[in-house]
């Protein structure tokens, strides 16, 4: 089956294929000079080594590459190359990049010059260990002082870096297979990128309590190195391979099982008059949640509150006001304001979320807390200023910051975050492995809060807001690049595979509603004239909000995946009859066999094509 990459990617450019390098039992794939996905016999024993190079507001620079030599060998492989990044004011940085791969060690070392001086948050290697599989497992860490500290990488997502002052670590790959990782020439710290989604835990150079951003002296190179030593004692011949073609992926039921969440849209002040000129698109899709956003600071009011209370009369659902509190002054006296500017509007909503606008900015580790008011007075003053409606809080950004900064929940009646799985990497593979991250969200989330009613959203692909920087990025051409505020996949089939995945995977959370998009705008479900869409001006992930809108109080039951990187399912229950719901997450056709769930009126295989969604009645 042929399909346009515009229709899969909302873009005619693609990830390149990497270029598979094999020495032995070790394999890495090369993409874009970096190192991803590294292997030994078959088992990934790292996730990434790259060389980021980021802006001050922690933005990644995508620099040229010139010179690129590849050698390999049955028993090595040698890649060489020049990068550079052309910084503002005509600064610029050049790295000599150089890296060697053997049976048993890899190293990739990497010298950065700056003829001009340059300014960054952050320059040198990121190394990046998977999460599943080794999330709680025991670790061995070498501090720069040469102590030994024998601890666990975190199972429950750890807020803060739990592990500094690195020069090493060492972990188990596979009973009799351990993996050394060394890091040379500065000092390194290890962050848990779970909070940001990421797949990974994130060993990274240049310790955050040190200040940024920084200069890179002109003309002092400045030298890095990373090495990975395999120490082999299991004897084992190496395993061929896992066939990734021809074998169908198995689908089984398994025991868990819960209620389909409610399914929430994101309305702005900016976008309700294309939404309420949308409105029977919008009772097509029937959310039961319309989450408006009011930011007093943005300059919304009345006129704002008035367009939210046209809409909300129209939709059958329920509705909650997103506030990001100013805090300028008493919040008792701005939650009034807000109340009373309600009240002339004619607006009431179901739930009011507030928050302290600030608080969408993130405290990295070794900076100063930006002044606020104490959270228990925000949520007194919203409970006086709005009696009768249900009170939330918690963060308008990230669980990043909900994790660094837990809200007392004594007086809510519901805790909300989102999450943005481009905020540090933005290529497809990075992208659709944020997914693996979600259930360690959720988990966290619960053993802060316990059984407190839970919401996610709005989570989308591109970013609404940058809480570590002054702006999300601008992205006219289209590219995949971190932080942007417009992502073309999100225009393609990416992103209804995306956000149905990102449903199954926050299944077990028992989540109150989850918001996965807007209706209009660069967030929306209906593009706008200018925007190339599939009929009628609907974007696929039209499709995916729809379908869980529709499977809301559901009861759905686990279904497990032999590869669930790749396919993921589940089965909901309700008055329409059971059906497994499937997934294809990867930009290739998978055969699925779905026998074991009963299929009623298909075969026991299932050919999906890419980026695609199934539904199949299952038998009585």
């Known amino acids: 089956m042929t399909i346009d990459a515009f229709q899969l990617y909302g873009t005619h450019i693609v990830d390149p294929p990497p270029v598979r390098l094999r020495a032995g039992k070790l394999e890495a794939d090369l993409a874009n000079g970096n190192l991803r996905t590294i292997r030994y016999d078959g088992t990934e024993v790292l996730r990434g080594i790259s060389y980021l190079v980021r802006d001050r507001d922690w933005g990644t620079?995508?620099?040229?590459?010139?010179?690129?030599?590849?050698?390999?060998?049955?028993?090595?492989f040698e890649v060489t190359y020049l990068a550079r990044c052309d910084g503002p004011d005509d600064t610029k940085l050049i790295i000599d990049v150089r890296i060697v791969g053997s049976p048993d060690r890899l190293a990739f070392e990497a010298e950065a010059i700056a003829p001009t001086g340059f300014e960054t948050n952050r320059c040198g290697f990121c190394i990046l260990h998977p999460i599943v599989g080794v999330a709680g497992s025991p670790a061995t860490v070498e501090q720069v002082d040469g102590q030994i500290v024998a601890t666990r990488f975190p199972d429950v997502i750890e807020p803060w870096q739990p592990f500094k002052d690195m020069r090493a670590i060492t972990h188990e790959v596979m009973p009799g297979v351990r993996a050394e990782c060394r890091m040379e020439g500065d000092t390194f710290e290890m962050e848990d990128q779970r909070n940001w989604s990421d797949a990974s835990y994130k060993t990274y150079v240049r310790p955050l309590a040190l200040p940024w951003p920084y200069e890179i002296v002109a003309n002092r190179p400045v030298r890095q190195k990373t090495s990975l030593v395999i120490k082999d004692i299991s004897r084992s011949a190496q395993r061929p391979p896992a066939a990734t073609s021809g074998v169908p992926i198995n689908l089984e039921l398994g025991a868990r099982t819960g209620t389909m969440p409610d399914i929430g849209v994101i309305i702005t002040p900016e976008e309700a008059d294309a939404t309420l000129s949308a409105k029977s698109v919008l009772a097509e899709i029937a959310p039961q949640e319309l989450l408006f956003h009011f930011d007093p600071g943005a300059g919304h009011g009345v006129d704002a509150l008035a367009h939210f209370a046209v809409l909300a009369a129209a939709h059958r659902g329920r509705s909650t006001l997103e506030i990001a509190l100013p805090c300028k002054s008493s919040p008792s006296s701005e939650a009034a304001e807000i109340a009373r500017q309600m009240q002339l509007a004619g607006f009431r909503p179901d739930a009011i979320l507030i928050s302290p606008s600030v608080d969408r900015q993130s405290t990295p580790p070794g900076s100063k807390w930006p002044e606020c008011p104490p959270l228990d007075e925000v949520y007194t003053a919203a409970r006086a200023a709005f009696p009768g409606i249900r009170i939330g809080g918690g963060m308008l950004s990230y669980f990043t910051e909900l994790n660094r900064k837990r809200v007392p929940d004594g007086q809510l009646d519901f805790v909300s975050h989102c999450t943005n799985p481009i905020v540090h990497a933005a290529d497809d593979l990075s992208v659709m492995q944020t997914l693996e991250a979600l259930p360690f969200i959720t988990r966290?989330?619960?053993?802060?809060?316990?059984?407190?009613?839970?919401?996610?959203?709005?989570?989308?692909?591109?970013?609404?807001?940058?809480?570590?920087?002054?702006?999300?990025?601008?992205?006219?051409?289209?590219?995949?690049?971190?932080?942007?505020?417009?992502?073309?996949?999100?225009?393609?089939?990416?992103?209804?595979?995306?956000?149905?995945?990102?449903?199954?995977?926050?299944?077990?959370?028992?989540?109150?509603?989850?918001?996965?998009?807007?209706?209009?705008?660069?967030?929306?479900?209906?593009?706008?004239?200018?925007?190339?869409?599939?009929?009628g001006?609907?974007?696929?992930?039209?499709?995916?909000?729809?379908?869980?809108?529709?499977?809301?109080?559901?009861?759905?039951?686990?279904?497990?995946?032999?590869?669930?990187?790749?396919?993921?399912?589940?089965?909901?229950?309700?008055?329409?009859?059971?059906?497994?719901?499937?997934?294809?997450?990867?930009?290739?056709?998978?055969?699925?066999?779905?026998?074991?769930?009963?299929p009623a009126d298909a075969g026991k295989e299932l050919l999906l094509a890419p980026l695609a969604t199934a539904a199949l009645p299952l038998a009585d």
């Open 61 to 76: 620079y995508s620099p040229e590459i010139a010179d690129l030599k590849i050698e390999q060998s049955d028993d090595r």
């Open 444 to 535: 966290s989330v619960r053993a802060i809060y316990g059984d407190k009613p839970y919401r996610i959203g709005p989570s989308t692909i591109p970013m609404r807001q940058n809480p570590y920087g002054s702006r999300t990025m601008d992205n006219p051409a289209g590219a995949r690049i971190p932080m942007a505020n417009r992502d073309p996949r999100h225009n393609g089939r990416f992103a209804e595979a995306f956000g149905f995945g990102y449903a199954i995977r926050v299944l077990d959370a028992g989540l109150e509603c989850l918001t996965l998009s807007a209706l209009s705008g660069p967030f929306g479900l209906i593009a706008g004239s200018a925007e190339p869409t599939e009929q």
């Open 537 to 598: 001006g609907r974007r696929p992930l039209f499709n995916t909000v729809r379908t869980l809108s529709r499977l809301a109080g559901a009861c759905w039951q686990e279904c497990v995946s032999s590869s669930p990187s790749e396919v993921l399912s589940f089965v909901a229950r309700n008055a329409a009859g059971a059906r497994l719901h499937v997934v294809n997450l990867t930009g290739e056709e998978r055969m699925v066999d779905c026998g074991a769930c009963r």
